[in-house]
C-alpha cells in the first residue's frame, strides 16, 4: 500500500487556469505539509497542517489555498497560474510535527505554459 | 535566521571512494536532523537521521556525525556504488513555534563505476 500518495502525478496547463491538487495519507500520522520544489531542486515548506488545523503558513502567494477535510488527506488548490508556479509539489506527512520523519508522495509535476 | 547551508553542491567520486557532505544550521534549539536521498525523478526519501542527544550514527555504508557545539553535521557515505548516485538533502528542523523541517540545497553526488 502506498504510504502517502498523490494525484495528479503530471499536470500541464495555461496561465490564468485554476489547478488542485490531492494528498491521502494512510499512516496515521497527524500532521501533513505541501512543499515546492523548484527547478535548482530547491526543497521549501509551504504549508502544514496538524490535526486539520494549519500551523504553517510560508510566505506563499494567497492563490495558493490549502484544504484538510480530515487527518488523512491535505489538497493543494492554485487560482489564476502564473509561468512561476511551474515546479514539482510534494505532500509529506509526519506524527508529532518535525520532531519525526517526514514521508513524501510521489510529487505533482506542474508545468503551466 | 532559519538557515540550513549545505556544501559541495556537487560531488563527483570513483566507485569505492568515500563521499562526506556537510551540513551547518542556524538555530541552537534544533535538535533533529534528518538526511534524505532524492534519485532523479523520485521523492525525497530517507535514508538516515541523527538526534541531539548523539554524536554519531552509523547505518551499514552510511554514518551522520553531528557537532552541536558548532552546529554542523555531516553525511559519510563508505564504499560508494553507482546506485548512491543522487541528489542528498540535509535538513534540521527549526523551533518558531510549531517546528518545521529546513532543508539543505542539496549535494548531487555522482558516482563512476
Known amino acids: 500500500d502506498t504510504a502517502v500518495s498523490q494525484t495528479p502525478k503530471y499536470l500541464v496547463t495555461q496561465m490564468g487556469n485554476d489547478k488542485s491538487i490531492k494528498c491521502e495519507q494512510n499512516l496515521g500520522h497527524d500532521t501533513m505539509y505541501w512543499y515546492k520544489q523548484d527547478s535548482k531542486k530547491f526543497l521549501k515548506i509551504m504549508f502544514s497542517y496538524n490535526n486539520k488545523e494549519l500551523i504553517i503558513n510560508e510566505t506563499v502567494p494567497n492563490r495558493f489555498s490549502p484544504k484538510s477535510p480530515d487527518k488523512a488527506h491535505l489538497n493543494l488548490h492554485i487560482n489564476s497560474l502564473e509561468l512561476g508556479d511551474s515546479a514539482v509539489y510534494f505532500c509529506?506527512?509526519?506524527?508529532?510535527?518535525?520532531?519525526?520523519?517526514?514521508?513524501f508522495g510521489p510529487g505533482t509535476r506542474l508545468l503551466v505554459l | 535566521g532559519e538557515n540550513v547551508e549545505q556544501h559541495p553542491s556537487t560531488l563527483s567520486v570513483q566507485e569505492g571512494d568515500s563521499a562526506v557532505i556537510k551540513c551547518t544550521y542556524s538555530d541552537s534549539a534544533s535538535n533533529y536532523f534528518p538526511w534524505y536521498k532524492q534519485e532523479l525523478g523520485k521523492r525525497p526519501q530517507l535514508i538516515i537521521d541523527i538526534r541531539s542527544n548523539v554524536g554519531e550514527k552509523k547505518d551499514q555504508r552510511i554514518a551522520v556525525t553531528l557537532n552541536k557545539t558548532a552546529k554542523h553535521f555531516s553525511l559519510h557515505i563508505t564504499e560508494t556504488q553507482p546506485e548512491d548516485s543522487a541528489v542528498y538533502f540535509c535538513a534540521a528542523n527549526m523551533n518558531t513555534g510549531f517546528q518545521k523541517l529546513v532543508f539543505g540545497t542539496g549535494t548531487r553526488l555522482l558516482v563512476s563505476p
Open positions: 509529506a506527512s509526519s506524527q508529532q510535527g518535525a520532531k519525526e520523519t517526514q514521508y
